[in-house]
C-alpha cells in the first residue's frame, strides 16, 4: 500500500501543472491571434504604373519602400491602432497657433477653418499650401489634426484646415444644415479662399477618412477645381458608401461595433444643434420633421441618421441616391493631378473588398499610386519600439515627404521647360 501510495501521489500535482500550463498556452495563443504578432513587417504594397513620376517619387520617398514597423506589442493588431487613434489621438500633442476664418455660404451656412502659416522655408523655396479636410465630425482641434499640421508648419507649409459644419462645439449653425459624407461646398469655399488670398500659392490637397472623399469629390466635379493643385493625398476613405453599406453592418472586423459607436458620437452631435436643425424659428428642409428626430433618438447605425436625417439636408429622395452621389468614386478618373491613396490592410473600418477600387484606378492610371501598408488600423499608423508610440506616425511622414517629393518634381518640369525654351530661343 505504502508503495502504491508513493507511486500515485505526484500524479495529482502532474495533472494541475499540466492544466496550468494548457492555461498559460491558451492565453498565450489568444493573445498572439488577437495582437498579431506573427504577422511580419513589411515595406507596404506598391499599386502603381511604371511612369518617370513613379520613378521619381520611389526614389524620392524612402517610406514607401522602407519596413513599416509598428510598436512590437500592439502595433500590429488594426484594431489597438484604431482603438487608440480614436480615444488618444496622439502622444504629445503640439498646439500650433492659427487663426480662424468665417465664410457665409450662400444658404446662410458659416463655414470655418482654421490658418496654419509656416515655421520655416519650404523645400523648393516657394509659397505652398496645404488645404487639409479631417475625417467624420472632426476639425483643426483634433490632436492628430494638430500633430500634422506642426509637422507641415515645420517643413515650410501653410496650412487650412477645414471644421466640418457643426463639428466644433462652441461653434453655432446658422443653417438648418450640417456636413454630409460628400458634399464639398465648405471645402471649395476654404479653397477659393486661399487662392484669392495668396495668388502665389499652389496647393496640396489632403483628406482623412471621409475628409478623403470630399477632397477627391473635389478635385473631380471640375478641371477648375485642380488649377495650381500640386497633388492630392487620401488617407483611409472607403471610396464607395454603398459598397461600403452592407459591411459595415456586418460584425466582422467588429465593423458594426464601430458603427455604433461612430453613429453615436454623430447623434450627439446633431442632438446638441437640435433647436436650429428641427426647431420652428427656421427654414429646415420640407422633408426634415419631427418624426425624423424621434427615429433619430432610436438609431444605432450610421445608415439608419444618413436615412432619416443627413440626406434630407440635400433633398436626395433615398439613402441609395445619397450615398451614389456623395462618394467620390464617379470622380475619382476625373483626377489628373498626381495622387496618393493610402489605406491599410488591417483597417477595420474599410473592407478589404472595397480596396479594389484604388488597385484598379492605379493600374490604369500614371498619375494615381496605391500604398497599402500591412499595418496601421483607421488612421493609426503609430510607430515605436516596443510598447510606446512615438509623437509622430507614419502617415504624418509619409504625407509630408510624398508632397516634398511633388514639389521638387514639378520645379524639375518648370526648370526643363525653361531650359528648352532659352535654348530654342537662342537658336
Not at 187 to 216: D, E, H, R, W
Not at 286 to 313: E, G, H, P
Not at 322 to 350: F, G, K, M, Q, T
Request: hydrophobic share 40%.
Amino acid at each position: 500500500l505504502k508503495m502504491s501510495a508513493m507511486l500515485e501521489t505526484p500524479e495529482l500535482p502532474a495533472v494541475f501543472d499540466g492544466v496550468k500550463l494548457a492555461a498559460v498556452a491558451a492565453v498565450l495563443y489568444v493573445i498572439v491571434r488577437c495582437l498579431n504578432l506573427k504577422s511580419p513587417t513589411a515595406p507596404p504594397e506598391l499599386i502603381y504604373q511604371d511612369s518617370a513620376l513613379a520613378r521619381f517619387l520611389l526614389k524620392s520617398c524612402p517610406l514607401l519602400t522602407k519596413e513599416y514597423v509598428p510598436p512590437l506589442i500592439w502595433g500590429k493588431s488594426g484594431h489597438i491602432q484604431t482603438a487608440l487613434y480614436g480615444k488618444m489621438g496622439r502622444v504629445r500633442s503640439p498646439h500650433p497657433y492659427g487663426l480662424r476664418k468665417y465664410l457665409t455660404m450662400p444658404d446662410g451656412a458659416t463655414a470655418t477653418f482654421d490658418l496654419f502659416e509656416p515655421q520655416s522655408e519650404h523645400c523648393i523655396g516657394e509659397d505652398v499650401t496645404m488645404v487639409i479636410c479631417p475625417g467624420i465630425a472632426n476639425h483643426s482641434e483634433k490632436q492628430y489634426i494638430r500633430t500634422f499640421v506642426d509637422y507641415a508648419q515645420k517643413n515650410g507649409y501653410r496650412c487650412a484646415v477645414l471644421n466640418h459644419l457643426g463639428a466644433l462645439p462652441n461653434i453655432e449653425l446658422t443653417s438648418p444644415r450640417m456636413f454630409t459624407y460628400g458634399c464639398t461646398w465648405e471645402f471649395g469655399a476654404m479653397v477659393n479662399y486661399i487662392k484669392k488670398t495668396y495668388p502665389q500659392t499652389q496647393l496640396v490637397v489632403v483628406g482623412f477618412s471621409l475628409g478623403g472623399n470630399i477632397v477627391c469629390k473635389y478635385l473631380g466635379e471640375s478641371q477648375a477645381n485642380q488649377e495650381r493643385v500640386l497633388c492630392c493625398v487620401s488617407v483611409c476613405q472607403g471610396y464607395s458608401a454603398l459598397r461600403a453599406q452592407e459591411t459595415f453592418m456586418q460584425w466582422d472586423q467588429c465593423r458594426r461595433f464601430y458603427n455604433f459607436l461612430m453613429a453615436d458620437n454623430m447623434k450627439k452631435i446633431i442632438l446638441s444643434h437640435r433647436q436650429v436643425l428641427f426647431g420652428d424659428n427656421m427654414k429646415k428642409p420640407q422633408s426634415l420633421s419631427d418624426a425624423d428626430l424621434s427615429k433619430l433618438y432610436t438609431a444605432t447605425s450610421l445608415m439608419q441618421i444618413d436615412d432619416n436625417v443627413m440626406r434630407k439636408f440635400h433633398g436626395y429622395g433615398s439613402l441609395k441616391e445619397y450615398y451614389e452621389e456623395e462618394s467620390c468614386l464617379h470622380y475619382l478618373h476625373r483626377i489628373y493631378v498626381p495622387l496618393l491613396l493610402v489605406n491599410a490592410a488591417d483597417d477595420p473600418l474599410v473592407h478589404e473588398s472595397l480596396l479594389s477600387i484604388p488597385r484598379a484606378l492605379s493600374e490604369k492610371r500614371e498619375n494615381v499610386m496605391h500604398v497599402l501598408p500591412l499595418h496601421g488600423g483607421h488612421l493609426g499608423f503609430f510607430e515605436g519600439s516596443v510598447l510606446f508610440p512615438e509623437p509622430l506616425t507614419w502617415m504624418d511622414k509619409l504625407v509630408v515627404q510624398y508632397a516634398n517629393a511633388i514639389c521638387q518634381w514639378e520645379k524639375t518640369k518648370s526648370h526643363c521647360s525653361d531650359t528648352e525654351q532659352a535654348v530654342s530661343g537662342q537658336e
